[in-house]
């Protein structure tokens, strides 16, 4: 028991004779002690036996401070602080040639702390700002703390930024997977390699972890990650590359998950899954009804945290299977998940949002070219918005975007959407391109409008993935996520990322831009492709 005469909330000074007693047997207890005196001897043992005996004008005082680097990120660390009576902290990170931050921490008083520190540059120097307060308002600082940042991995990409208007920035940190292109092989995507990177404010690296997968990203309200690792499983995380949750698609009762996994506000998780069958009536050259082959088609999931399925929409039992655009049909993408050869790729969902009603699902198929909305309790068709969809255009139905992804509904209802362009007819002799597009949406009548677009200072090609995001600004975050100069060819080793912040304008201008490819002088060259990109307000979980 610590010296009664140290605690301040027992007012021991008046009663000085009382460490004698309670230092005796019970039985020294004699029954003449006022219920005041008994008060003050419970009083003193709640002070002492839980809270410590810090004194009004004592300062705390800081028995350890230490900082050990994460082995699984250079750029983050765990600092443990212990002080002599029950503290709370703050600490402030000062780092070289850039400006402090604050890390987000909780007012609960203890004598123990375990701190993650997140959002650290590479190869910088930092020094920490300790400030410990106990109970009584007291403080004490501590500055002993002092570290280095190890250089990024090796096998980093290059990770170029600029800042074209930085006071038209959107605050927050961008967070992305990136896929590594293996040339050697083929080529074809390296699925031993994966990268999520987040940048700040300014283009610099301050998170990354090395995960296989490359599909999406995304962080939940708890500051954990939301990924997925190939078809067989999602994963939660903590920002320190910590596995939290594992759910496989063997729990949820459905062949695999692909391309997009939505934590829903009601707790369930919206995803995208597949279904191979046997289709018979396809045309030979001739135009003869008369080949068969096996089909791969998406299924709409959406399941609860503990794995069971609460609804599913199957696009075989919505569209019509024999319906097929050359030659993306024949793309044997899901051989490897279902062992087979030469299975053909029907539809190719590579988005399923939540249509703003509440009661659909939109899912964009990018080998029907057609954003599909289908009623969440039946499973039945709504609409089809694209060429031969259900919606027409003003002005002629030549407007529509082509093999699109990551299609987000605006609060308005309208819908912004990252148009590919695969396949977008154009006059001869002209390049493909892809755009950004935002288009109003008349559900009553049908009718399609687009009201804003953005293909850049110069045009620009991405044969597969992309994301455009509307930010808290206004502005939009556009991820052109495989940049290639041979439009022929979806995936190739001289594929790489750019993400660019544009504004919401006619002439859309570009803000902040960052561009993912090999290191400068690398003696293996890559390709890179970059899956989406986000914008999230902190590293930190919600404390």
């Known amino acids: ?97 850039h400006s402090s931050w604050q890390i987000p921490l909780s007012a609960q008083l203890a004598t123990s702390h375990s701190i993650p520190v997140l959002g650290l540059r590479s190869e910088t120097k930092y020094n920490f700002v300790i400030t ?17 940042s190890a250089a990024l991995p090796a096998d980093f990409p290059a990770i170029t930024a600029s800042l074209a208007m930085p006071l038209q ?22 699925s031993d390699w994966g990268m999520m990177i987040a940048v700040d404010a300014e283009g610099h690296v301050v998170w990354y972890q090395n995960k296989p997968g490359g599909g999406d990203l995304s962080q939940l309200d708890n500051g954990n990650f939301l990924y997925m690792n190939g078809h067989s499983q999602i994963i939660e995380m903590d920002a320190m590359g910590n596995t939290v949750n594992t759910i496989t698609a063997a729990d949820v009762g459905i062949d695999g998950f692909h391309h997009e996994i939505i934590a829903l506000p009601s707790g369930n998780f919206l995803t995208l899954s597949t279904d191979l069958r046997t289709i018979s009536g396809y045309k030979d050259e001739a135009g003869d009804p008369v080949l068969s082959y096996q089909v791969v088609g998406d299924v709409i999931v959406e399941f609860s945290a503990s794995g069971e399925i609460v609804h599913q929409v199957n696009m075989f039992d919505v569209l019509d299977p024999l319906r097929i655009i050359e030659p993306d049909f024949h793309f044997n993408f899901y051989d490897g998940l279902y062992g087979v050869t030469g299975s053909k790729d029907w539809t190719h969902g590579n988005a399923v949002v939540m249509h703003p009603d509440g009661d659909a699902y939109v899912i964009s198929l990018r080998h029907q070219d057609w954003l599909v909305k289908v009623d969440r309790e039946t499973g039945q068709l709504v609409w089809r918005l694209g060429v031969d969809g259900d919606f027409a ?37 002209q390049e493909p391109y892809s755009r950004v597009v935002h288009y109003e949406l008349d559900e009553e009548n049908m009718v399609l409008t687009r009201v804003w677009q953005y293909r850049g200072s110069e045009d620009f090609f991405t044969p597969t993935v992309g994301d455009a995001d509307r930010l808290a600004n206004g502005n939009v975050l556009v991820t052109q996520g495989s940049l290639t100069d041979d439009p022929t060819q979806v995936i190739s080793a001289g594929t790489h990322g750019r993400i660019v912040e544009v504004t919401d304008d006619a002439s859309p201008a570009t803000v902040f831009e960052v561009e993912i490819n090999d290191p400068p002088g690398a003696t293996q060259d890559y390709g890179y492709m970059v899956y989406r990109a986000e914008r999230i307000e902190s590293l930190y979980p919600n404390l």
């Open 393 to 429: 255009m003003p002005g002629g139905n030549t407007d529509f975007a082509y093999h699109h992804h990551a299609p987000e509904f605006q609060q308005d209802g309208s819908l912004l959407l990252y148009d590919n362009g695969n396949g977008r007819p154009v006059e001869a002799g």
């Open 169 to 190: 920035v959107a605050a927050g940190f961008t967070i992305f997977s990136v896929i590594r292109i293996d040339p050697k092989a083929g080529p074809l995507l390296n």
């Open 132 to 148: 410990a307060t106990d109970r009584g308002g007291n403080t004490v600082e501590d500055e002993s703390l002092t570290v280095t």
């Open 1 to 97: 028991m610590a010296p009664v005469t140290h605690c301040t909330h027992c007012k021991y000074s008046d009663h000085p004779e009382l460490p004698k007693r309670l230092l005796g047997s019970m039985s020294n207890i004699r029954i003449s002690y006022s219920f005041h005196s008994i008060s003050l001897i419970a009083l003193t043992l709640v002070c002492t036996t839980f809270f410590g005996c810090d004194d009004d004008s004592s300062e705390p005082v800081v028995t350890a401070a230490t900082i050990e680097a994460n082995p699984d990120n250079a750029l983050s660390a765990t600092i443990e602080v212990r002080t002599d009576v029950p503290t709370k902290l703050e600490v402030e990170v000062v780092g070289e040639g």
